[in-house]
């Protein structure tokens, strides 16, 4: 397994494991109507943009195994959210999204891609990290928990179409 940025050519597969780990991961937690209408073609053309024209603060990683990507990360500064209640966030780093294909969970691909997203956030002198997770992913509660995060206390609301779906703040010293 080999750990690195993501270059262009990546995006269909990246947009593979998008689809695919979010179906897998939020059936039942998620609108079924809101997960049946990831296209591929439209998250394929985000990835391409998202790499091609990506910010200089935000950090891509994926595993990538034998050839084939397995998993991706994104972290970078903290980006507070609209409806949580404010505080100083300043130097905080933030893990955006972590997904690991569903047919190599378990294997050590996510762990991977996270200690490589909390190394780089941490060797960007971030003294904390925080990500959101969906308050009813109590199997990614318990990935995270096992990884050193713990809840904080603050909470906020994702929009999946129009339903509003609780998140979590999850945080761990760096």
Same mark, same amino acid.
């Given at each position: 397994?080999?750990?690195? /940025?993501?270059?262009?050519? #990546?995006?269909?597969?990246?947009?593979?494991?998008?689809?695919?780990?979010?179906? @897998?991961? *939020?059936?039942?937690?998620?609108?079924? @109507?809101?997960?049946? %209408?990831?296209?591929? /073609?439209?998250?394929?053309?985000?990835?391409?943009?998202?790499?091609?024209?990506?910010?200089? @603060?935000?950090?891509? +990683?994926?595993? #990538?195994?034998?050839?084939?990507? %397995? $998993?991706?990360?994104?972290?970078?500064? *903290?980006?507070?959210?609209? #409806?949580?209640?404010?505080?100083? /966030? @300043?130097?905080?780093?933030?893990?955006?999204?972590?997904?690991?294909?569903?047919?190599?969970?378990?294997?050590?691909?996510?762990?991977?891609? +996270?200690?490589?997203?909390?190394? =780089?956030?941490?060797?960007?002198?971030?003294?904390?990290?925080?990500?959101?997770? =969906?308050?009813?992913?109590?199997?990614?509660?318990?990935? *995270?928990? $096992?990884?050193?995060?713990?809840?904080?206390?603050?909470?906020?609301?994702?929009?999946?179409? #129009?339903?509003?779906?609780?998140?979590?703040? +999850?945080?761990?010293? +760096?």
């Amino acid at each position: 397994m080999t750990i690195r /940025t993501p270059v262009p050519a #990546d995006a269909d597969r990246l947009a593979r494991i998008n689809i695919d780990a979010w179906r @897998s991961a *939020y059936a039942g937690i998620v609108p079924a @109507s809101y997960l049946d %209408a990831m296209d591929l /073609t439209r998250y394929r053309e985000r990835w391409q943009h998202n790499l091609i024209d990506a910010s200089p @603060s935000r950090n891509f +990683l994926v595993a #990538d195994v034998d050839g084939e990507l %397995a $998993a991706y990360g994104i972290c970078g500064p *903290y980006r507070p959210q609209g #409806d949580a209640a404010e505080e100083d /966030t @300043s130097g905080w780093g933030e893990l955006y999204a972590i997904y690991t294909h569903p047919d190599r969970q378990g294997r050590g691909v996510g762990s991977a891609v +996270l200690c490589a997203a909390v190394a =780089l956030l941490h060797d960007q002198e971030y003294a904390d990290a925080g990500l959101w997770v =969906l308050r009813d992913n109590h199997a990614g509660q318990r990935w *995270y928990a $096992a990884r050193g995060w713990r809840p904080d206390g603050a909470t906020s609301s994702w929009l999946a179409g #129009d339903a509003a779906l609780p998140e979590l703040r +999850l945080r761990r010293h +760096l």
